[in-house]
């Protein structure tokens, strides 16, 4: 597998690691009391991807969430799947994951090609308001959460502290997901809505609340998106991203409610 060229000091990944989407892929969504919960992490331009295995260098938090409580989800170095969690208490269980920075430097056609793919028209309108023509150097993040309901109830989403998070509010003909940046609702962002089996995914932008809107139908999600600012330190990188993903299953008739 050919590796990218990375700019010293950062995290060493493969090519597959800078693909588009990153999440995480429990072993089944819905689970009955004190079953234990395979997690593994993918990578990819969508479904299927491909595996990612336990990267120590990767990982900045790797924790099973539930109503307010975390613990660390434990795997060996390089295994995957990367972790496994045993689920003790009937209602909805997050896992969410965060890396630490890698850099990666990209020729300036494309890099403005990917901010285009992207939906990051601001960091295109900026480098070209600056006359910046040249090869783009990212410090790149990734964040992901899944969703697994542990017994019988309804399905639950809530923020757990992410820097770029995604929180299911409702599901049905108009459900709602709103993108939160540093626990602020983030506006105009572009965000990828793909459900197992689809053609395509849906592309939506936020609102002024951070909100998009879609039919919900039952099947597997992967919802994503990504954000980019000027680097707040130039040494090494002019811009820096963070990714996000949330994966789910709604069930046919699964009542869903808000936090």
Known sequence: MKLLTIVAGAVLVTAPAFAHEFWMEPGAFLVPKNKIVSV???VGDGFPGEPFGRT??????FE?????RRQPVRGATGASPAGRVTLTERGTHTLLYRSNASLIELPAAKFDAYLLEEGL??????????????????????????????GDGPLVDARVGLPLELVVETWGANARVRLFRDGAPLAGALVRAERRGAAKPLRLRTDKDGRVTWPLTSGSWLVSAVWMVPARKHDTADWESTWT??????????AVKRP
Request: hydrophobic share 30%; aromatic share 8%; with cysteine.
């Open 121 to 150: 028209d601001h960091v295109v309108a900026q480098r070209r308001a600056r006359g910046d023509n040249g090869p783009g150097r990212e410090r790149y993040s990734r964040c992901a959460k899944a969703l697994v309901q542990c």
């Open 245 to 254: 993903s949330t994966r789910f299953e709604v069930a046919p008739k699964r």
């Open 56 to 61: 120590p260098a990767h990982i900045k938090t």
């Open 64 to 68: 099973h969430w539930f109503r307010g």
């Open 40 to 42: 593994a992490l993918r």
